[in-house]
Structures are given as structure tokens and as C-alpha cells.
């Protein structure tokens, strides 16, 4: 994944020549008569900021704060960014003017610089209308999952979703589904790149956004395509009349984002009951105001009122969204009265046997296994692996995020066979075949019909999580990150790994604990290989370091394509019949701990711990 934002900094005339741009450009009012004050006062270090660097479009899009200048999000750079979009569609699919994209949004909204995803949602669709080329815009908010689920649907070239998902609030994103209905992997993102790079000059109706209200070419996907998104997750219910008559509660937040409506309407098309939906968060609201990160993958801090609401009313699961609702997180309340918040890797555990389960059911020759396939991403639990190894289907294993595990998904289903599911630990679930890509809704109702079938056999998702790792092996695992602002940083960081203390080689030990192999899928360096040669993809433009210990364990260190942040990943996998979590788990912090203090060295790094 390319930077989101390019770190080299302007010279004077350089940072002259974009604000003159800008000044010629930009019609927002809000963004322009900022932009001239600042000059007029000559705020130097603040236009620094916004006009020192150009935002970069990478395989995750676009994603930034929004406000004036080339490296915010902002309606010159969405009008400027679909510009290349649209003559790079031009240039790929003939038929472009017949077939046309999707544009969805979330609730995002930005008062000083009068941004919005929806506002941004309407540039985007009047520069492709203004070139000839349909839009199915969405009228309303969205979930993300949506946007590619339409693109198949309706066989469109493309498909944009601006969304900062699961981002601070001050944030927006722009983000491109390929017509195969999966995220933009290469080389379609440098291709874009080039494309925005060559039209960055705003073409003639391009801010004439009144064409969306009266031109022919628009369209609203949104009842045609709700309606069939739950057609499509009615096929995935297996046990409506357990559904049906459940005693279980559940809780929902969508955490102020777009998730209600739609969780309500899958539980409904699974015959539930609806979930309770916490009161103070189930309304879009761009601020966010009763969390301090919109993000449910940060756990317990997030849930706070959902905890209160099962509570108060005796429901013993949560689920919760993050605010583009592609995301799910999972909590169960525990015979103790504690509650247990599942990691993204336990989610994917249950998902995996639960999925597998309903279609062994349906599908119970041995013979069917052979086209059968689950997938996860490189930094996530081998679990579905150690599943597939005892049960006979295939795994496969991807790099980090959904655009790779879509495609490899389109790639095998396009070849006659079945994907089944695939999931990152990141709580990202790719639960059925309809959407290539991660999608918070139709995880929702299907975790929630596996709990009430686990209860009417008097167990728990907690319970049956234990009974997995008891047939498959324990898989135990531990994830966070630290946040660093310098790149010069954390660029020393990884190299001090390359040439660890100074010796020209990698680390073979991380404390007391001796390392077997090394993959280094920034060079593209594999020890386990017998040409040392990395099989995975290899990306020159991000941090990505693999350390796997004679003891088992696994850990990756990698940066992230849309935050400053530094992410690892350690994995501890123990064999069926190892049935002593205890000591495992102490073995696995014990070599976290040797990570952190050894390759991280977060003092001298100046590096931030995630906030607990």
C-alpha cells in the first residue's frame, strides 16, 4: 500500500506556485477565504501544512483530514482525484458510458471547511455525469459493504465509497471497488495515480453540482439494492425457527454511524426479533460524541453504553459496528458478570467453524470438500488453516486487508469453486459470497443465529470458542500497536532489524527466545524459502517484517497504510491436545514483551503505546 500522504516537504516557491493554484481552483468559499487569509497573514507553517504535500492515491484510496489544501481531503481534491478515476476508467472499459459506478457515503461532516461525505459523494458523481458516464448515487448513507455488493449486482466498471470509516472524526476517505466488485489492488492504484496527476486542473462542469438534481444520467440504487442485499443474506439463515423462538438478547450500537437501519432490517430477514439498539449512539452523528475513537475494535473503552444497556436488560451478547458498518466487533457476558469482548482472531474462529458447519450440513459428501476454500490475511489467525487441515478443505493465506482477499476470493470463484469466508484480525469478515469484502452487517446476523443455536444446546459463544481451540489446537494471539509521527523513525526502526546492531544480518534471537525464519516482504527476502525469495507479494513503499520462533510462535511487525501507527502481531499455535491456555498465554507475553523491549525499544524510539 503506497503512503497516504507524500512526508517530502515544498520549497517557498514550490509552496507559491500550489496556493496560486488553489486560488484559481477551489470554489468552496469556506476553503478559499481560509486558504487567502492565511496568506494575506502569512501563516507560513500553516500553509506549509496544507499546500507541502500532495495526498497520494494508494490501494486504500484516499485518506486524510478534511480541510483546504492538496493534502486534505476537500471538494477540489475529490473533484480532481475523480477526474483521473473517470479518464482511467475511459481508457480500461470501453463501455463505460453503458455499465457506469456506484458512489456511496457515510455521515461524515466537517462545518468549518463545509465538507461532507455526501457533499463530496455529489463532486465525484457530477464530474463522471459531466463525461458521459452513469452514476448509481445513493441517496442516503450507506454501509460501505453496499458499494461493491452493487457494483456486482448491477455489473458496473467501478464503484466509490467516501468514507473515513472507523478514522477520528476530523477525517474523510475515498476509497475504489474495480468492476470485479473488490478493492483496487495493483497495478490499478498507480494507474489511477497517474491518471489524477494528469487532470488535476478542474474541467468545466466539474463544479456544477447542480447536474446531479437534473441530469438523466443519475440514478438510486438505494431501495433496489437494500432490498436485494437482503434477499441474498436471507440464503445464509439456517435455522429461522431456532431465530424465531430465541430467549437471547442482543445489543446493537453503530457507534453514531450508518449501521442501525440495516442491522435492524438483517435481523429482521432472519426472523429475530431486532436487537436493542443503544439510544445514545444509533443515530449518525459526525462528531461521535460519547467515544473518544469511533472504533469498536478498540474494545471495552467504546462499549461502555452497551455494556449498561445488556445490563439494564438482560442481554448476554453485543454487537457492535464500526461507523461504516463494514466491521464488527463482539462481546458476551460471562457466568462471572464480566464481560468478555472478543479479539478480531476469536471472532474469526467462531465464524470460520460456524460457516463451515452450516455448509458441511448442507453439503455432506466428502467429494463437495475439493473446490471448498476460507481465507486470512498473513498478520491473522492460522486457525482456519488448522480447521482446514483436519476437515479437508483449502486455506490460503493473503497479504494484509480485504483487497487482497477479495480478489484472491473473485479469482477462485470465477475458477468454479466455493469461498466460504474469509476474515482479517482487524475484525474485518467476508461472511458470504455476495460481498467481496468485509461487511459488519451480514456478520452481525450470523454470529447472532450461532449463539441461538449454541444456546439451545445450553452453551456459549465463550464456551464453543474453548471447544474449537480444544479440536483445532490453541491458536492464541496478541495485537496492538505504538503510534510514531516520524516516518525518519520508524524507517530506522525497521532497518535496525535489517542490519540488527549493526552486525549486516537480521536478529536471531528476540531475548531468550531463538527465531527459525525471517520474511521481509519489504525486500522480499524469505529465510524458509530455498531461493530466499518471499512468495507473498512484496511492496517496496511499507514496513512489513515476519519473525517466526522455534517455539511456535509467530509475530509481525508492519506499518499502516492509513495511520501513524507501527502494528504487531504475535500468534502462539499449539497442537490439538495441548489443553494448557495458562502457560501458553504466559509464553506469549513473555516473547510480546521481548518484542516490545528488543525490536520496538519504544523509549528510545519515542514511541506512543496504545492507550489501555
Avoid at 436487537?275 to 444509533?282: G, H, N, S, W, Y
Wanted: proline content about 5%.
Amino acid at each position: 500500500m503506497r503512503a497516504i500522504v507524500s512526508v517530502g516537504m515544498a520549497g517557498n516557491d514550490e509552496l507559491d506556485r500550489a496556493i496560486v493554484q488553489w486560488l484559481e481552483w477551489d470554489k468552496n468559499p469556506k476553503t478559499l477565504a481560509e486558504v487567502r487569509q492565511l496568506h494575506c497573514d502569512g501563516n507560513i507553517k500553516q500553509l506549509q501544512e496544507y499546500f507541502g504535500s500532495r495526498m497520494e492515491f494508494g490501494t486504500a484510496g484516499m485518506r486524510s483530514t478534511m480541510g483546504p489544501g492538496f493534502s486534505h481531503m476537500n471538494d477540489l481534491t475529490i473533484i480532481q482525484t475523480t477526474q483521473g478515476l473517470c479518464r482511467c476508467l475511459e481508457n480500461s472499459f470501453s463501455d463505460v458510458k453503458d455499465r457506469g459506478v456506484v458512489i456511496g457515503f457515510d455521515a461524515r461532516a466537517h462545518l468549518p471547511s463545509g465538507s461532507s461525505s455526501q457533499r463530496f459523494a455529489r463532486f465525484a458523481a457530477t464530474v463522471l455525469i459531466s463525461q458521459g458516464i452513469p452514476v448509481y448515487l445513493f441517496s442516503r448513507i450507506t454501509p460501505t459493504p453496499f458499494v461493491p455488493f452493487t457494483v456486482s449486482q448491477l455489473k458496473l466498471c467501478a464503484g466509490i465509497m467516501v468514507t473515513a470509516s472507523h478514522n477520528p472524526k476530523q477525517d474523510n476517505g475515498y476509497k475504489v471497488y474495480w468492476n470485479n466488485g473488490a478493492q483496487i489492488a495493483p497495478p490499478h492504484d498507480k494507474e489511477i495515480a497517474q491518471a489524477i496527476d494528469e487532470n488535476l486542473k478542474p474541467w468545466s462542469e466539474s463544479w456544477n453540482d447542480n447536474l446531479v438534481d437534473c441530469s438523466s444520467l443519475i440514478k438510486d440504487p438505494y431501495e433496489n439494492m437494500k432490498n436485494k442485499y437482503l434477499e441474498c443474506l436471507r440464503k445464509h439463515c439456517f435455522y429461522r425457527d431456532i431465530n424465531k423462538e430465541t430467549k437471547l438478547k442482543f445489543v446493537h450500537t453503530s457507534v453514531h454511524g450508518v449501521g442501525h437501519e440495516f442491522v435492524q432490517a438483517a435481523f429482521t430477514a432472519f426472523d429475530f426479533t431486532p436487537p436493542l439498539a443503544v439510544p445514545e449512539q444509533k443515530d449518525p452523528d459526525p462528531e461521535f460524541p460519547t467515544v473518544k475513537y469511533p472504533n469498536p475494535e478498540e474494545g471495552k473503552d467504546v462499549l461502555t453504553l452497551s455494556f449498561a444497556l445488556a445490563d439494564k436488560e438482560g442481554a448476554t451478547v453485543i454487537l457492535a459496528n464500526d461507523p461504516d458498518a463494514d466491521r464488527l466487533a463482539v462481546a458476551e457476558k460471562q457466568e462471572s458478570g464480566e464481560w468478555k469482548v472478543f479479539s478480531g482472531n476469536e471472532l474469526g474462529a467462531l465464524l470460520g467453524w460456524w460457516i463451515f458447519t452450516c455448509w458441511k450440513k448442507q453439503n455432506p459428501e466428502s467429494s463437495c470438500l475439493k473446490n471448498v476454500y476460507m481465507l486470512s490475511s498473513t498478520v491473522s489467525s492460522k486457525i482456519l488453516q488448522a480447521i482446514a487441515v483436519k476437515e479437508g478443505f483449502h486455506f490460503e493465506e493473503t497479504l494484509t486487508g480485504f483487497k487482497w482477499m477479495g480478489n484472491k476470493a473473485k479469482e477462485l470463484i470465477d475458477k468454479g469453486n466455493t469461498v466460504l469466508f474469509a476474515f482479517e484480525e482487524a475484525i474485518g469478515y467476508m461472511s458470504t459470497e455476495f460481498v467481496l469484502d468485509k461487511d459488519g452487517v451480514s456478520a452481525a446476523a450470523i454470529v447472532a443465529e450461532s449463539a441461538s443455536y449454541l444456546a439451545t444446546k445450553n452453551t456459549t459463544l465463550s464456551q464453543q470458542l474453548k471447544a474449537i481451540y480444544e479440536k483445532y489446537g490453541y491458536h492464541l494471539s496478541r495485537a496492538s500497536y505504538f503510534i510514531c509521527h516520524n516516518p525518519e523513525t520508524i524507517a530506522r526502526l525497521f532497518q535496525n532489524l535489517r542490519n540488527y546492531n549493526k552486525t549486516n544480518q537480521y536478529p536471531k534471537t528476540c531475548g531468550k527466545f531463538e527465531i527459525s525464519d525471517i520474511r521481509d516482504l519489504t525486500t522480499g527476502y524469505d529465510s524458509s524459502q530455498p531461493d530466499k525469495r518471499a512468495v507473498l507479494p512484496t511492496s517496496k513503499s511499507s514496513q512489513m517484517i515476519t519473525f517466526t520462533f522455534k517455539n511456535g510462535c509467530v509475530t509481525t511487525m508492519r506499518t499502516s497504510g492509513t495511520e501513524p501507527k507501527i502494528k504487531y502481531y504475535a500468534e502462539l499455535c499449539a497442537p490439538p491436545g495441548n489443553s494448557d491456555p495458562e502457560k501458553l498465554k504466559e509464553e506469549l507475553n513473555d516473547l510480546v514483551n521481548a518484542l516490545v523491549e528488543h525490536f520496538f525499544q519504544p523509549d528510545k524510539n519515542g514511541l506512543i503505546p496504545r492507550s489501555t
